[in-house]
């Protein structure tokens, strides 16, 4: 597997990061604005960062076949982060960052292993009507009208993230992941998350229901979380991470990892 880098000298911990469908790690550090990018802003932070290539994508492309079982998924990608990480300091823990289909192995990952707090955004349980129509033509080879509804409005990205730069070759176990997420894997490994948890919904997320009915349903799953947090993000779509927003979406991630790492830390030392 391969991912992408950014480490801290004496990290306090580490951050995963965990990218959607068709793309790669590099979503995590906006090509052409480094102000945008949050493996380097984690850095800055004083976090070592690894934003992995999810399986199936990077160097493990020509293995996809191989991670049809989601157990399988987790095993590489904590042995991945172990790789990467080495005898090198990790400071106090890891903490996990998920976006789009990347927060089912994200979520997995948390419910495998102790984490300081989770990130999850750009997901959901109901799909926004038009969405809907979109996904269900939408084959491993073919998204008719996918593009449009992932990166509207243009007006909040950079134009350097508009021209395919960050595309990649979809994986075929996520038409089972999309089928099974909301009706099943969300709401069951939700449930069994134990590490506090922000949720993030950018202002203009076309894929998934945003509304606060929809929002409160998500947040309730979280049922043995200690905490969950709604992080609304103004002027932003659904590629956050990307966006011209970026670098503040970012910023509340961090402080949010903050908390998280200085609430273990109050714990330990009860």
Known sequence: MSALVTTAPEPRGVIVAVHGGATMGAYFDCPGNPRLSLVRAAAAHGFTAIA????????SALYAEEFDDPDRRVSFAYGAVDTILGN??????????????????ALRMSVERDVVGIELAGTGLRYHADARAVIKQATLTTR?????LLWQPTSLYPQEVLTSVLSAPGVAYE??????WARRDLPELAARVTAPV???????EAVWDSTPEAIASIVALFSAAPGVTVNEVAD???????????????????????????????????
């Not at 990790?90 to 089912?104: D, I």
């Not at 922000?198 to 203009?204: E, P």
């Open 52 to 59: 992995l290539d999810r399986p199936g994508y990077g160097s």
């Open 88 to 105: 090198t300091a990790r400071g106090a823990g890891v903490f996990l960052m998920g976006h789009s289909a990347g927060c089912e192995l």
């Open 144 to 148: 008719p009208g996918l593009r449009d």
């Open 175 to 180: 038409m089972e992941v999309t089928t099974q």
């Open 198 to 204: 922000q949720f993030s919904v950018a202002d203009h």
């Open 236 to 270: 932003a779509g659904h590629n956050i991470s990307v966006g011209l927003s970026a670098d503040e979406y970012h910023r509340r991630v961090l402080a949010f990892a903050d908390e998280c790492f200085a609430r273990m830390g109050a714990e330990a030392g009860r």
